[in-house]
């Protein structure tokens, strides 16, 4: 299974749930703490939500080969 978090802003409480996830792989954008609650971690230079899906869908697609 998998956690894909789409904030693209920071949020302590988010992070906390996630962090509490029995998901297998978590995946989210780059944000300056709470990093270490996913496996995988995006920085991506456009700070819009259509932009990081896109961004998450090249990078899941190219590890799930």
């Known amino acids: 299974d998998l956690m ?3 904030n693209l802003k920071a949020n302590f409480s988010l992070k906390v749930l996630s962090s ?3 998901a297998k792989f978590k995946v ?6 709470g990093n270490e ?3 995988l971690t995006l920085d991506i230079q456009e700070q819009r939500l259509d ?5 998450m869908k090249v990078y ?3 590890i799930n080969k």
């Open 20 to 22: 509490l996830s029995n």
């Open 37 to 39: 609650t996913f496996d």
């Open 51 to 55: 932009y990081l899906i896109e961004q």
């Open 60 to 62: 899941l697609n190219m």
């Open 28 to 33: 989210g954008p780059n944000h300056q703490y």
């Open 4 to 6: 894909i978090d789409l």
